[in-house]
DNA sequence: GCCGTTTTCGGCCCGACTGTTTTCAGTCG
C-alpha cells in the first residue's frame, strides 16, 4: 500500500508550503494526506481500476493532486516535492515536533543559520546562535532547549490506560474546589482514542483566576506551558500536558462540544453552521450577534438540524451524515456486558484461582466468567495440556454444582486459549476440545509471516469446528508491535463462512480489533466478543476499554455476543 | 489546491496566549 508514503510526502509538502507563506493550500494537502491515510483500498488499486478520474473521487484529492499521486506511482517521487526538498533540505516533521516551532521559524533558522535537523537545532541552541536572531530571543532558545528533552524522554502519545487514572486524580482535585462549578473531561480522552497526546479539562466558574491559579500549583506540575484568564497549559512529571479552559455557564455546552473533537468533527460542524447562516465557536452558535445555542450539546446539535451523538464517534467518519439523518447507532454499552470470556486463572499462572476470578466477576454484576487458560504450547505460560484441561473441566462443574445448590444464578464457563501453530493446526486435540464450553485460538509465535501463509493458518483455525473465537485477531501492540501481515477481508469472509466470533481485547495495550476493523466487521456482520484477556481479577475493570474501543467502531449491542444470556450464549457456541 | 441544494469564483473553522518586532505574527488546539 502506497497510501501512506503518498500521504507523509503531502503532509510535507504542506509544510514546505507553509513556510513559504502560502495560503489554504497547505490546508488542502493535509486534507489529501488524511483522507490517503483513512483510505481503505490500496491508491495503486484505484488508480489501476478507474485512472485519474477514480483519484477524484478521493475526498479533498482534485485534478492536480491525482496528477502527484499518479506521478509516484509511476515513478516512486512526486516532482514539485521534489523541487521542494532541494530548495527547502530540511527534517520539517523532526522540527516541528519541538512545541513552539512551527513552519515560519523552521524557515528562518534554517536560511539564518543552516537549521536543517534536530541535531543541528540542539548545536545552535547550545551555542546561544538562536536567541540573537530577529524574532526569537531567549525565552524561544530557553523553550527549544526544553522541547528537544522533553521529545527525547517521550515518544508522544500515551495509551489511554495510562494516563485515565492520572486524569481522573487532577479531576478529582479540580472537582473538590468550591469555585469550580462545573468539570468534564475533554478533549481524546472523552473520546476514548487509544492513544492519547493530552489531556484537556473543560470547568464552569466565576472565578476563573483562582481556579487557574490551583490548577498551575497542583503536585507533579513540571512546567507551566501558559496561564491565562481563560485557558492554562501545565506539563506533569509523567511527560504529558493538561490543558484547562474555563468559560462562563451559558456557553459551556459549546465549549464541550468544541474542546471535545475531534478537529475533523469540529471543521464539519462548523461548516454545516456556516451553510445555515450561523457561526459556531466555543461560546456559542450565533445569528449575527445573537447567542442560540450554547447552554448543553444538545441544543447546538439540535439548533444545527443535527441529533446528539456520542463522543467517542466524533471523528468525521460518518457520523455527521447519520446525525443529520437521524441514523446514528445505538451503542453498546458497559452496562450491557454479562460476561468476560477471556480470563486466565493460576492454573496457568495467573494470580488468582477460578473461585476469586468468578468472585470479582459477580462482584461486577456479571451473569458468567469464562476461564481461557493458555494451553501446552505456550511453556512459558504453564500452559494446559489436554490432561490438566479435563481436571479443570472437574473443578469447574464442582464450582457451578455449588452455585447451583445456593441457589445463586451464575455460572462459569470452561473454555481455553489454545495456540494457533505455524500450519493452522489447534495445539490440542478436538476430542478434548469438544468437552469444553467454548475454545478462543490465537496466535502467539512465529507472528513475522508473509500474509499468505499467516492468512491460510489463520483460516484453517477458523475453519476448525471446535474454535469459536480468535483472541487479539491482528496481534498489535499498540506503539510497540505492528499488526502482523494479515488480510482483514479475507478474515472477515472467513469468520461470516465459519460462524466463527472475533475478539474485542480490551487490554490497552492491544484493544485490538481496534476501531475500523469493528466497524467493518459490524458492517459484514461478523460477531464480536469484549473481553478483558485478565490474568488477575483487577484487570476484569479493563472491559470499559474494550467496551469503549467498540463504540468507537460503531458497535451495538446485537454485534456482541457477550451482551447475551449464557443459555443463548451457550447456543451460538 | 479543493469545492459547490446560494457558487465553476471566491471562499477556505475560530479563538487564546506567548514572545518579541511594543503591535501583532506565529503557534497551538
Given at each position: 500500500m502506497k497510501n501512506q508514503e503518498i500521504a507523509k510526502i503531502f503532509n510535507e509538502m504542506a509544510n514546505f508550503l507553509e513556510m513559504e507563506g502560502i495560503a489554504f493550500k497547505p490546508y488542502a494537502y493535509q486534507r489529501a494526506a488524511y483522507s490517503l491515510q483513512v483510505l481503505e483500498e490500496d491508491v495503486g488499486d484505484v488508480y489501476r481500476k478507474g485512472g485519474l478520474e477514480a483519484l477524484q473521487d478521493i475526498p479533498g484529492i482534485g485534478k492536480n493532486l491525482a496528477e502527484h499521486i499518479e506521478d509516484y506511482l509511476k515513478t516512486g517521487k512526486i516532482k514539485t516535492h521534489e523541487?521542494?526538498?532541494k530548495k527547502l533540505p530540511v527534517k520539517t516533521d523532526e522540527l516541528l515536533k519541538i512545541e513552539g516551532l512551527g513552519p515560519k521559524k523552521i524557515k528562518v533558522l534554517y536560511q539564518k543559520i543552516n537549521i536543517k535537523n534536530l541535531i543541528d537545532l540542539e548545536r545552535a541552541a547550545k551555542g546561544h546562535k538562536?536567541?540573537?536572531?530577529?524574532?526569537f530571543g531567549d525565552k524561544t532558545?530557553?523553550?527549544?532547549?526544553?522541547?528537544?528533552?522533553?521529545i527525547k524522554k517521550n515518544s508522544g502519545r500515551f495509551l489511554l490506560g495510562e494516563i485515565m487514572p492520572i486524569a481522573q486524580k487532577i479531576y478529582g482535585e479540580l472537582e473538590s474546589l468550591k469555585e469550580v462549578e462545573k468539570i468534564n473531561?475533554?478533549?481524546s480522552l472523552r473520546r476514548q482514542k487509544e492513544t492519547i497526546g493530552d489531556v484537556d479539562i473543560l470547568i464552569v466558574s466565576k472565578n476563573p483566576k483562582k481556579v487557574v491559579d490551583f490548577f498551575v500549583a497542583l503536585p507533579g506540575v513540571k512546567k507551566i506551558l501558559g496561564a491565562g484568564p481563560t485557558k492554562a497549559s501545565i506539563r506533569l512529571k509523567e511527560g504529558f500536558d493538561v490543558d484547562l479552559r474555563i468559560v462562563p455557564e451559558k456557553s459551556y455546552g459549546a465549549a464541550l462540544q468544541y474542546f471535545t473533537g475531534s478537529k475533523d468533527h469540529n471543521i464539519a460542524t462548523r461548516k454545516i453552521a456556516i451553510e445555515k447562516g450561523l457561526k459556531l465557536s466555543e461560546y456559542g452558535l450565533f445569528k449575527g450577534l445573537k447567542m442560540i445555542a450554547g447552554r448543553t450539546e444538545e441544543e447546538i446539535y439540535k439548533a444545527l438540524g443535527m441529533i446528539w451523538m456520542s463522543p467517542e464517534i466524533r471523528e468525521n467518519e460518518g457520523e455527521i451524515e447519520a446525525s443529520l439523518k437521524d441514523n446514528l447507532p445505538a451503542l453498546v454499552e458497559l452496562k450491557d456486558i454479562k460476561g468476560d470470556l477471556h480470563c486466565h486463572s493460576d492454573w496457568?499462572?495467573?494470580?488468582?484461582?477460578?473461585?476469586e476470578m468468578a468472585q470479582a466477576a459477580i462482584d461486577l454484576g456479571y451473569e458468567y466468567i469464562g476461564i481461557s487458560d493458555h494451553t501446552k504450547f505456550l511453556r512459558i505460560e504453564d500452559g494446559l495440556d489436554e490432561k490438566k484441561l479435563l481436571r479443570?473441566?472437574?473443578?469447574v462443574n464442582e464450582i457451578n454444582k455449588k452455585f447451583?445448590?445456593?441457589g445463586f444464578k451464575f455460572q462459569v464457563l470452561q473454555g481455553c486459549e489454545a495456540n494457533i501453530m505455524n500450519k493452522g493446526s489447534i495445539d490440542i486435540n478436538d476430542e478434548v476440545l469438544a468437552q469444553l464450553d467454548y475454545v478462543i485460538a490465537g496466535v502467539h509465535s512465529i507472528l513475522k509471516m508473509p500474509q499468505r501463509e499467516m492468512m491460510a493458518r489463520i483460516t484453517k483455525a477458523m475453519r476448525n469446528p471446535n474454535v469459536d473465537i480468535i483472541s487479539h485477531p491482528t496481534g498489535r501492540l499498540i506503539g510497540r508491535r505492528d499488526e502482523y501481515k494479515h488480510d482483514f477481508d479475507l478474515m472477515l469472509k472467513t469468520a461470516k463462512e465459519t460462524g466463527t466470533i472475533l475478539e474485542i481485547n480490551a487490554s490497552p495495550q492491544r484493544l485490538d480489533l481496534r476501531d475500523l476493523y469493528i466497524k467493518r466487521a459490524k458492517n459484514e456482520g461478523v460477531k464480536m466478543i469484549i473481553n478483558t484477556d485478565s490474568h488477575q481479577k483487577e484487570q476484569l475493570n479493563l472491559m470499559e476499554y474494550g467496551v469503549s474501543q467498540a463504540r468507537r467502531g460503531w458497535a451495538e449491542k446485537s454485534n456482541i455476543i457477550n451482551t447475551l444470556p449464557v443459555e443463548e450464549l451457550l447456543k451460538y457456541f
Amino acid at each position: 500500500m502506497k497510501n501512506q508514503e503518498i500521504a507523509k510526502i503531502f503532509n510535507e509538502m504542506a509544510n514546505f508550503l507553509e513556510m513559504e507563506g502560502i495560503a489554504f493550500k497547505p490546508y488542502a494537502y493535509q486534507r489529501a494526506a488524511y483522507s490517503l491515510q483513512v483510505l481503505e483500498e490500496d491508491v495503486g488499486d484505484v488508480y489501476r481500476k478507474g485512472g485519474l478520474e477514480a483519484l477524484q473521487d478521493i475526498p479533498g484529492i482534485g485534478k492536480n493532486l491525482a496528477e502527484h499521486i499518479e506521478d509516484y506511482l509511476k515513478t516512486g517521487k512526486i516532482k514539485t516535492h521534489e523541487e521542494y526538498k532541494k530548495k527547502l533540505p530540511v527534517k520539517t516533521d523532526e522540527l516541528l515536533k519541538i512545541e513552539g516551532l512551527g513552519p515560519k521559524k523552521i524557515k528562518v533558522l534554517y536560511q539564518k543559520i543552516n537549521i536543517k535537523n534536530l541535531i543541528d537545532l540542539e548545536r545552535a541552541a547550545k551555542g546561544h546562535k538562536i536567541a540573537p536572531l530577529f524574532g526569537f530571543g531567549d525565552k524561544t532558545e530557553k523553550n527549544i532547549l526544553e522541547g528537544l528533552e522533553f521529545i527525547k524522554k517521550n515518544s508522544g502519545r500515551f495509551l489511554l490506560g495510562e494516563i485515565m487514572p492520572i486524569a481522573q486524580k487532577i479531576y478529582g482535585e479540580l472537582e473538590s474546589l468550591k469555585e469550580v462549578e462545573k468539570i468534564n473531561l475533554a478533549g481524546s480522552l472523552r473520546r476514548q482514542k487509544e492513544t492519547i497526546g493530552d489531556v484537556d479539562i473543560l470547568i464552569v466558574s466565576k472565578n476563573p483566576k483562582k481556579v487557574v491559579d490551583f490548577f498551575v500549583a497542583l503536585p507533579g506540575v513540571k512546567k507551566i506551558l501558559g496561564a491565562g484568564p481563560t485557558k492554562a497549559s501545565i506539563r506533569l512529571k509523567e511527560g504529558f500536558d493538561v490543558d484547562l479552559r474555563i468559560v462562563p455557564e451559558k456557553s459551556y455546552g459549546a465549549a464541550l462540544q468544541y474542546f471535545t473533537g475531534s478537529k475533523d468533527h469540529n471543521i464539519a460542524t462548523r461548516k454545516i453552521a456556516i451553510e445555515k447562516g450561523l457561526k459556531l465557536s466555543e461560546y456559542g452558535l450565533f445569528k449575527g450577534l445573537k447567542m442560540i445555542a450554547g447552554r448543553t450539546e444538545e441544543e447546538i446539535y439540535k439548533a444545527l438540524g443535527m441529533i446528539w451523538m456520542s463522543p467517542e464517534i466524533r471523528e468525521n467518519e460518518g457520523e455527521i451524515e447519520a446525525s443529520l439523518k437521524d441514523n446514528l447507532p445505538a451503542l453498546v454499552e458497559l452496562k450491557d456486558i454479562k460476561g468476560d470470556l477471556h480470563c486466565h486463572s493460576d492454573w496457568d499462572g495467573g494470580k488468582n484461582t477460578i473461585e476469586e476470578m468468578a468472585q470479582a466477576a459477580i462482584d461486577l454484576g456479571y451473569e458468567y466468567i469464562g476461564i481461557s487458560d493458555h494451553t501446552k504450547f505456550l511453556r512459558i505460560e504453564d500452559g494446559l495440556d489436554e490432561k490438566k484441561l479435563l481436571r479443570q473441566r472437574q473443578q469447574v462443574n464442582e464450582i457451578n454444582k455449588k452455585f447451583q445448590a445456593s441457589g445463586f444464578k451464575f455460572q462459569v464457563l470452561q473454555g481455553c486459549e489454545a495456540n494457533i501453530m505455524n500450519k493452522g493446526s489447534i495445539d490440542i486435540n478436538d476430542e478434548v476440545l469438544a468437552q469444553l464450553d467454548y475454545v478462543i485460538a490465537g496466535v502467539h509465535s512465529i507472528l513475522k509471516m508473509p500474509q499468505r501463509e499467516m492468512m491460510a493458518r489463520i483460516t484453517k483455525a477458523m475453519r476448525n469446528p471446535n474454535v469459536d473465537i480468535i483472541s487479539h485477531p491482528t496481534g498489535r501492540l499498540i506503539g510497540r508491535r505492528d499488526e502482523y501481515k494479515h488480510d482483514f477481508d479475507l478474515m472477515l469472509k472467513t469468520a461470516k463462512e465459519t460462524g466463527t466470533i472475533l475478539e474485542i481485547n480490551a487490554s490497552p495495550q492491544r484493544l485490538d480489533l481496534r476501531d475500523l476493523y469493528i466497524k467493518r466487521a459490524k458492517n459484514e456482520g461478523v460477531k464480536m466478543i469484549i473481553n478483558t484477556d485478565s490474568h488477575q481479577k483487577e484487570q476484569l475493570n479493563l472491559m470499559e476499554y474494550g467496551v469503549s474501543q467498540a463504540r468507537r467502531g460503531w458497535a451495538e449491542k446485537s454485534n456482541i455476543i457477550n451482551t447475551l444470556p449464557v443459555e443463548e450464549l451457550l447456543k451460538y457456541f
